[in-house]
C-alpha cells in the first residue's frame, strides 16, 4: 500500500538548510502540512515562506528538552497529529584522533544521535495512533573511511544501527522506521566543518565528482524524493536507501 503525502502531517528537524528545506519543499508541494524546526529563527521563517502556507516554522534547538517538545507540541497542533518524523537536524565535527576534544565530541553526538532518539521517544504516542513513520539520515562515512571524519561517521553509524533496532521494536505497535544514507550532497554542514565559503565548498564538492560511479554530487531534492518514498512505502521499514550517486561503490570516473 501507498500512503498518500497530502495531509500527512509532518515534523522536520533541521529544516532550514540542505536537505531538510530539500525535505520540506517537496512534502508541501506534495500537499503535507509540515512544521520544520531549526536554531536559527531567520533562516526556517524563510524556507517555511517559500514553501507555502502548508509549512510553519519554529525556532528551537533538538538537544533541548525544552525545544524539543515546543516543536512537537506545534507539529500535532499545526497537522491535527504526527504521521512522519523527519530527523534533518544534525552537525559534522571533524580532526584527527589524538587531537579530539571530548566536549565537541559530546555535543556532536548529542544534536546527532541522542536528540533524535529522545524526540523519537517523545513522538511515539502520536506516531503510534497515526500509524506513522521516522526517516533518520545515515551517511556514506558509514561505507567509505575519510580519515578525519571519525566523530561524524561514528554518529551517524549509530543511526544506522539504530534503524533496525527501532524498526524491530516499534514495527508490531504500527510504526515505520528507516533511514536515508546521502553522498556527496553540497549543503551548509560541510562548509561548516571545513570552514569554507560558498565558492570554496562548491569547488570541493566538484573535485568529489569523478567519485561517484554516476560522475557527479547529488543535490538535496534528490536526497528528498528519497525521504517521500519513505513516507510512502507502507511496507518499508528498517531500510537504509543508500542514494549517493554510487559514491559508496569506491570506483573511479576518471
Known amino acids: 500500500m501507498t500512503r498518500e503525502i497530502k495531509g500527512?502531517?509532518?515534523?522536520?528537524?533541521?529544516?532550514?538548510?540542505?536537505?531538510?528545506?530539500?525535505?520540506?519543499?517537496?512534502?508541501?508541494?506534495?500537499?503535507?502540512?509540515?512544521?520544520?524546526?531549526?536554531?536559527?529563527?531567520?533562516?526556517?521563517?524563510?524556507?517555511?515562506?517559500?514553501?507555502?502556507?502548508?509549512?510553519?516554522?519554529?525556532?528551537?534547538?533538538?538537544?533541548?528538552?525544552?525545544?524539543?517538545?515546543?516543536?512537537l507540541d506545534a507539529a500535532v497542533e499545526h497537522g491535527g497529529g504526527l504521521e512522519l518524523l523527519v530527523h534533518g537536524a544534525g552537525n559534522m565535527y571533524r580532526g584527527k584522533l589524538d587531537e579530539l576534544d571530548e566536549a565537541s565530541l559530546?555535543?556532536?553526538?548529542?544534536?546527532?544521535?541522542?536528540?533524535?532518539?529522545?524526540?523519537?521517544?517523545?513522538?511515539?504516542?502520536?506516531?503510534?495512533?497515526?500509524?506513522?513513520?521516522v526517516v533518520f539520515f545515515g551517511s556514506v562515512?558509514?561505507?567509505?573511511?575519510?580519515?578525519?571524519?571519525?566523530?561524524?561517521?561514528?554518529?551517524?553509524?549509530?543511526?544506522?544501527?539504530?534503524?533496525?533496532v527501532l524498526a524491530a521494536e516499534l514495527g508490531p505497535q504500527g510504526?515505520?522506521?528507516s533511514?536515508?544514507?546521502?553522498?556527496?550532497?553540497?549543503?551548509?554542514?560541510n562548509q561548516r566543518a571545513g570552514l569554507f565559503d560558498d565558492a570554496e565548498a562548491a569547488e570541493r564538492m566538484?573535485?568529489?565528482?569523478?567519485?561517484?560511479?554516476?560522475?557527479?554530487?547529488?543535490?538535496?531534492?534528490?536526497?528528498?524524493e528519497a525521504v517521500e518514498y519513505l513516507a510512502k512505502a507502507e511496507w518499508a521499514t528498517g531500510a537504509v536507501l543508500t542514494i549517493d550517486g554510487g559514491l559508496s561503490l569506491g570506483v573511479t570516473n576518471a
Open 179 to 189: 533511514c536515508v544514507r546521502p553522498g556527496g550532497v553540497l549543503t551548509e554542514i
Open 106 to 133: 559530546v555535543d556532536v553526538f548529542t544534536s546527532n544521535t541522542i536528540a533524535p532518539m529522545l524526540l523519537t521517544g517523545l513522538a511515539l504516542s502520536h506516531l503510534r495512533r497515526s500509524r506513522g513513520a
Open 141 to 164: 562515512h558509514t561505507q567509505r573511511a575519510f580519515p578525519g571524519a571519525s566523530p561524524y561517521a561514528a554518529t551517524k553509524g549509530a543511526l544506522e544501527a539504530l534503524t533496525g
Open 175 to 177: 510504526v515505520r522506521v
Open 206 to 224: 566538484r573535485g568529489l565528482d569523478t567519485a561517484h560511479a554516476l560522475g557527479r554530487s547529488g543535490t538535496p531534492d534528490e536526497v528528498a
Open 8 to 71: 500527512m502531517s509532518v515534523l522536520v528537524t533541521g529544516g532550514g538548510s540542505g536537505i531538510g528545506a530539500a525535505v520540506v519543499a517537496r512534502l508541501v508541494a506534495g500537499g503535507a502540512r509540515v512544521t520544520l524546526s531549526g536554531r536559527r529563527a531567520e533562516r526556517v521563517a524563510e524556507v517555511a515562506e517559500r514553501a507555502g502556507p502548508g509549512a510553519l516554522a519554529v525556532a528551537g534547538d533538538v538537544s533541548v528538552a525544552a525545544d524539543r517538545q515546543r516543536m
